[in-house]
Each structure stands twice: as structure tokens, then as C-alpha cells.
């Protein structure tokens, strides 16, 4: 399984970017895919996930504001997850990296490397 992250950068904030993960080495169509970030000095947290079916899932963390702001999508066909994120602030800086989950499993097993995003002020 690989996992390829892209369309990270530097904006201003109240801009928009939006991420990409590229899948290959897998069935696509039939997994969980989910995207997590990580800021500076804190852990790995979850962002949101879309279903085989397209069923999507936010962090509750922030309440509706991640919700509101972000969209998780995928394009079956193209195997591609992505991440459209809005009105973005510079909390939102880190590194945002996807992840797989496979049909059965509890636990995210495949990540990407990562895409760095950063909101300047």
C-alpha cells in the first residue's frame, strides 16, 4: 500500500487549500479513508474519515467549527481522497497525513508521509 499526500503550502489565513492523497497497492472502493493532522510539539489527532460508502465522520474536537471549515471527499475512480479546508487559520498548521483503514481492521494501518500546511497570520 502507498499513500502520496500533495497540495500542502504556506497561505494567509482565511484561505483555502485543498489536499490530495493518491492510493495505490490497494482495493480503493472498499476501504476507510481518513485524514489526520499534527501540529508542532502535540500528537497525531484525527481530522475526519469518509467510508467505502461515503459516509463522513469530524473530529469533535473543535465542535462544528471543523465541520463547517473542511470537507473530506473521494473520487473511487481516480483513487483519491481529499481534504478541501476553508477559512483556514493558523491553528490549522501542521502536517497532514492520510490514512487507510481495511475492511475488518480497528486501527488505521497505511499512512502517507505527510503534507506540511502552514497559515500565516
Known amino acids: 500500500v502507498q499513500l502520496r499526500e500533495s497540495g500542502g503550502g504556506l497561505v494567509q489565513a482565511g484561505n483555502s487549500l485543498r489536499l490530495s492523497c493518491t492510493a495505490s497497492?490497494?482495493?480503493?472502493?472498499?476501504?476507510?479513508m481518513a485524514w489526520f493532522r499534527q501540529a508542532p510539539g502535540k500528537e497525531r489527532a484525527f481530522v475526519a474519515s469518509?467510508?467505502?460508502?461515503?459516509?463522513?465522520?469530524?473530529?469533535?474536537d473543535y465542535g462544528d467549527s471543523m465541520r463547517d471549515r473542511f470537507t473530506i471527499s473521494r473520487d473511487n475512480a481516480k483513487n483519491v481522497l481529499y481534504l478541501q479546508m476553508n477559512s483556514l487559520t493558523p491553528d490549522d498548521t501542521a502536517i497532514y497525513f492520510c490514512?487507510?483503514?481495511?475492511?475488518?481492521?480497528?486501527?488505521?494501518?497505511?499512512w502517507g508521509q505527510g503534507t506540511q500546511v502552514t497559515v500565516s497570520s
Open positions: 490514512a487507510v483503514k481495511e475492511p475488518g481492521k480497528a486501527r488505521y494501518d497505511n
Open positions: 497497492g490497494l482495493f480503493f472502493s472498499a476501504v476507510t
Open positions: 469518509i467510508s467505502w460508502i461515503g459516509s463522513r465522520t469530524y473530529t469533535p
